[in-house]
């Protein structure tokens, strides 16, 4: 077979981020396998759009080193568009995918990916465009999966069908990096990239709307970065009318007489068109994109597109955003601004518009959003709602959920609500604990109008921190490893990260909660703020301190746990600069060396997509249970006997139980080197400490190697766990009667 898949990579100012983003799709592993030729199944065309830092230097040092990857060098800046453009002669591959170079693959995407585009390579009908899941990153370090997957996921798509047949695409992600497409295919549409701002959409939107099958991989294949500095998402610019052109030249295709693909029924050109309106809204409504002196000229160009390309019998749609459509449409920019700013329209403009009230109520999207959580802003605060999230709106968990449940005890007049992301994730939470999912209206109106919030992380910078409102950041680990205002002396570990818009985070912060005397002396430096800190423990290890051997023994009967066998939990940290599940262990060694004594509970971290994969050790080996899934780390902490970890936080909530620890650290010199850290591991461990897979299987058939170790390092980090911290956070912050 020749080349089955290439992968087009411009490149322009990402010095910082280029390394990462080469050694994820070049990583070695199932993607080396050849084709039926005896050459790669892949190659990389690199293109250096004249980059002003090292990154043609760093390019041709890799492709030096690996004939995968081919380099053109451009003499003119063109753009994310013009590079793409100059790299289309250069591809030989049957099918082409558009890769961002600040952006990067998870572990064994490429390999994956390969093998779908085998299948549809043998089909009678092979996908003109392949479509793949995703993950939002963002520069604090959270994640967000694909947050369409529902509309894709299940649908008629996972195995193929047509845009018509499957219209609610158009509500997803229309960027070029999440779609591969076959190359003979694109070439034919007779389309191009943009120059300037949204430069993909003119490829997008044609290709989807003229492919004979499209089909969605259920799998997240990229990890997209948002809100990093220099971003068009977050860039004030002029570039921002580019959008415009692009929308010019959709339509342009959808006019052509001679437009290759299916035919366009009008359904689907209504939708084209609503999407680039919703689009250009968006853009007006949001903060800081156009700038000040040109938002006038915007809008007059919004109305310009409705009257351009508005299609014949076009029916405004209803509620709100018809309005919107409406004012747009006519250019009517200064009642457009009132309705946005007070959820009502100028007393002259009211006539025709009674759906504005019934909408609020409906809930509405993208700019409406803004509309609906200004108008509930008036409201009065309800000063007995609180507002519970953790790990990014992922569901119920850590520290906010030990609060939640102790103020259900102790101020049962305050109502708990916990914000999460999907009706999926709704559904599992505790039977009656109350919840709203984001951007509904239910979501908008409680983190409008609630007097308290409580989150291990932050909450979104859009939400508007109210005066009288009390927000509570409990964190979710004792730190060892660099923190906060601290990265900024480690620019690979920070990757990214916002400064300011961390600190304009920690400026909404009422209280601190706090682990013990050193994550306390750590925070104030890493989050400087004028917030309380309170010198609790953690809420979240009371469950641990205060557990019992009959929960011990049901949790151990859950995970089908022997009495008679020593349970291991493995649990790797994340590490920066690496894609996805990092395999310095070989579990499955190591299970043939413990024997069948032994069960190993596998936990990889929550940032990863990848895992252990296959866990057969063989006869005579300990089993091999994967746990990456399992909601609750504190169930696992109880059932396992010995906790093996590196430098996750991890340590410090185990060490409350006073088990054993072993600490498995073959790179510490390059993680501290990388990420920085507040005390050598290795000097106050937790415990054993062993650097290679023999001492390793050593310290766990040992039993309990260091239980001096342990009780110098509880001493020291476990001083606040006596199981009342969630109490002590409680009584603090709301209004209890003692």
């Not at 219209?167 to 779609?179: E, G, H, I, Q």
């Not at 309106?277 to 853009?283: I, M, N, R």
């Not at 008679?564 to 395999?583: F, K, M, N, S």
């Not at 043939?592 to 929550?606: A, I, K, N, S």
Request: charged share 25%; aromatic share 10%.
């Amino acid at each position: 077979m020749p080349v089955l898949l290439s992968i087009v990579l411009p490149v322009h100012g990402v010095e910082r981020f280029l390394p990462r983003c080469l050694d994820s799709i070049l990583e070695p592993g199932p993607a080396e396998r050849s084709g039926a030729a005896g050459g790669p199944r892949f190659e990389v065309i690199a293109v250096d759009d004249l980059s002003p830092d090292r990154c043609g230097a760093i390019l041709d040092e890799y492709a030096a080193r690996d004939p995968r990857l081919r380099v053109l060098h451009l003499t003119e800046n063109q753009g994310l568009g013009g590079a793409r453009t100059a790299a289309l002669p250069e591809v030989r591959g049957e099918y082409v995918w558009f890769v961002d170079s600040d952006d990067w693959l998870p572990e064994g995407t490429v390999g994956a990916v390969l093998d779908e585009l085998e299948q549809e390579h043998r089909r009678e009908t092979p996908a003109d465009v392949l479509l793949t899941g995703f993950t939002h990153v963002y520069p604090d370090g959270g994640t967000e999966p694909n947050p369409w997957r529902h509309v894709l996921a299940g649908s008629p798509l996972v195995e193929g069908c047509t845009l018509a047949e499957h219209p609610a695409l158009f509500r997803t992600v229309m960027s070029v990096w999440n779609k591969v497409f076959r190359r003979e295919f694109l070439t034919g549409l007779g389309v191009s990239f943009g120059r300037g701002f949204y430069e993909d959409i003119s490829v997008t939107y044609p290709a989807l709307l003229a492919a004979e099958r499209l089909r969605y991989l259920d799998r997240p294949c990229y990890f997209y970065r948002r809100g990093r500095a220099g971003a068009i998402t977050s860039t004030a610019s002029p570039k921002h009318a580019d959008a415009f052109a692009q929308y010019d030249a959709i339509f342009g295709f959808l006019d052509r007489p001679d437009r290759p693909g299916r035919p366009v029924p009008d359904t689907l050109r209504t939708l084209v068109f609503e999407r680039t309106v919703q689009q250009a809204l968006t853009v007006y409504d949001t903060p800081g994109l156009v700038p000040p002196e040109l938002r006038k000229d915007f809008f007059r160009r919004i109305s310009e597109h409705f009257g351009r390309h508005r299609p014949a019998g076009y029916r405004f749609p209803g509620g709100l955003r018809g309005v919107q459509y409406r004012l747009a449409a006519r250019g009517s920019r200064i009642a457009y601004a009132e309705l946005r700013r007070t959820g009502r329209l100028p007393r002259e403009l009211k006539r025709g518009a009674r759906a504005v009230a019934p909408a609020v109520k409906r809930g509405v999207r993208s700019s409406a959003r803004f509309t609906a959580y200004n108008a509930f802003r008036r409201l009065p605060l309800d000063e007995h709602l609180a507002v519970y999230a953790a790990y990014w709106h992922r569901g119920y968990a850590c520290s906010p959920a030990a609060i939640y449940e102790k103020a259900k005890e102790l101020v049962p007049g305050v109502r708990g609500v916990w914000v999460v992301e999907n009706r999926a994730q709704a559904a599992t939470l505790p039977a009656g604990v109350p919840y709203v999912i984001v951007n509904t209206p239910a979501y908008l109106k409680a983190m409008a109008t609630a007097k308290y919030f409580v989150n291990n992380v932050n909450f979104p910078r859009t939400m508007v921190k109210r005066p009288g409102t009390v927000h509570v950041q409990t964190q979710h680990g004792t730190p060892l490893k660099a923190m906060g205002m601290d990265l900024r002396d480690h620019p690979a570990a920070a990757d990214g990260m916002d400064f300011d818009r961390l600190q304009e985070a920690v400026d909404r912060w009422d209280f601190l909660v706090s682990s013990n005397p050193h994550t306390s002396e750590h925070f104030a430096r890493a989050f400087p703020g004028r917030y309380e800190m309170l010198d609790t423990g953690y809420p979240r290890n009371d469950r641990l301190a205060n557990t019992t051997p009959a929960e011990v023994a049901a949790m151990r009967e859950r995970f089908g746990l022997a009495p008679d066998r020593t349970a291991v939990l493995y649990a790797p940290t994340h590490r920066e600069g690496r894609g996805g599940y990092v395999p310095l262990l070989d579990v499955r060694e190591l299970a043939r060396r413990l024997g069948p004594g032994f069960t190993l509970l596998v936990r990889t971290h929550y940032f990863h997509t990848g895992g252990p994969g296959d866990l057969a050790a063989g006869e005579g080996a300990a089993e091999i249970v994967d746990v990456s899934a399992h909601p609750t780390v504190e169930d696992l902490y109880l059932a396992a006997d010995v906790l093996v970890t590196d430098y996750s936080s991890m340590m410090f909530d185990y060490a409350v139980l006073d088990r054993p620890i072993v600490i498995f650290a073959p790179d510490w010199d390059e993680y501290r080197r990388v990420r920085g850290v507040y005390f050598d591991l290795f000097a106050e461990p937790p415990g054993a400490v062993t650097v290679d897979a023999d001492g390793l299987a050593a310290a766990l058939l040992a039993g309990d190697p260091e239980p001096a170790a342990r009780a110098r390092f509880r001493e020291r980090f476990c001083p606040w766990d006596d199981g009342g911290a969630a109490e002590r956070v409680v009584r603090r912050v709301f209004p209890t009667e003692s």
